[in-house]
């Protein structure tokens, strides 16, 4: 049970990076898979050859007729499934660990902010490994169709060498063995559907966050660019003519009445010397 317990310690650390779905997954295969087929399975499949009977004593007969039989032995077939099964999520451990290790503050650092290059790939990777997956389950699921069908049946006829003539063999406990092929056939749908759900789950959310990513970007330019034409609008006035040097203090500037500041001062002489005339004739 050693190498059972290695394994489900390997397949636990994937659900740090994997959704609802992906945990869904992981208790399908570590429940109906691994645990029923190392409590149950090796009883039911342990003594399959050694109950394989067949009706002559020909040496050699009865071993080629089982081969014929049985290409491969359901328990190994199924372990072999497994093992394949797991090979994705492992390597994706072993990546996420790999990266987490070269990021600053090791893997408390791994987990990275959404959105950065680190992570994307991440998200690719886990992408590339639910896809993997579904690709060795509908594998095996057509191979255990093909191998096994759906049924054992209690009798199967030989014949060929070294058999002598056509032989009956009998299989020990078929019913048994065959709710047990059921079992597995199901619980492959099921362990393909939640891979595919999974699968369109992360495409969809992949999708909407790299528009939500086109969306803020999107937003930071309409800002830059309002905040540029704001910069143009807040530049500082010209500076006002500042007056010359021996003018009137009191007089108001040239720019108030649109006259430049020579014609101001010669109409003040203008005006002290109507005055003055005005003084002469009063005078007389």
């Known amino acids: 049970m050693g190498e059972w317990a290695f394994l489900g310690s390997l397949l636990d650390a994937v659900q740090l990076q994997s959704p609802l779905l992906g945990r869904l997954w992981l208790v399908v295969m570590l429940i109906f898979r691994i645990l029923v087929l190392a409590t149950v399975g090796g009883a039911v499949f342990e003594d399959e050859q050694e109950e394989f009977v067949c009706n002559t004593l020909q040496p050699g007969c009865r071993q080629t007729c089982y081969d014929r039989a049985f290409p491969v032995s359901h328990y190994r ?35 990275g902010a959404p959105g950065r290059p680190g992570d994307r790939r991440a998200r690719r990777c886990y992408l590339l490994s639910v896809a993997l997956r579904l690709l060795a389950e509908l594998t095996f699921l057509a191979g255990q169709a093909l191998l096994y069908g759906f049924r054992v049946a209690p009798r199967f006829v030989c014949a060929g060498p070294p058999c002598p003539h056509t032989v009956d063999c009998f299989v020990s406990r078929p019913t048994e063995k065959t709710v047990f092929l059921v079992f597995y056939f199901a619980v492959g749908l099921l362990s393909a559907l939640l891979s595919v759900a999974e699968l369109g789950h992360l495409l ?60 101001s001062e010669g109409g003040s002489g203008r005006s002290k010397a109507s005055l003055a005339t005005i003084r002469q004739d009063l005078a007389i």
């Open 204 to 263: 969809w959310k992949g999708g909407s966050r790299a528009g939500s990513y086109l969306q803020a970007a999107e937003r930071d330019n309409r800002c830059n660019r309002a905040h540029e034409k704001a910069q143009q609008l807040l530049q500082p006035l010209p500076a006002l003519p500042t007056r010359r040097p021996g003018t009137d203090p009191y007089a108001p500037p040239a720019y108030a009445h649109g006259a430049p500041a020579g014609d």
């Open 77 to 111: 077939f199924w372990l072999f499934h497994i093992l394949l099964l797991s090979a994705p999520p492992v390597l994706f451990v072993i990546y996420s660990v790999h990266r987490a290790s070269k990021e600053p503050g090791g893997a408390d650092g791994g987990a």
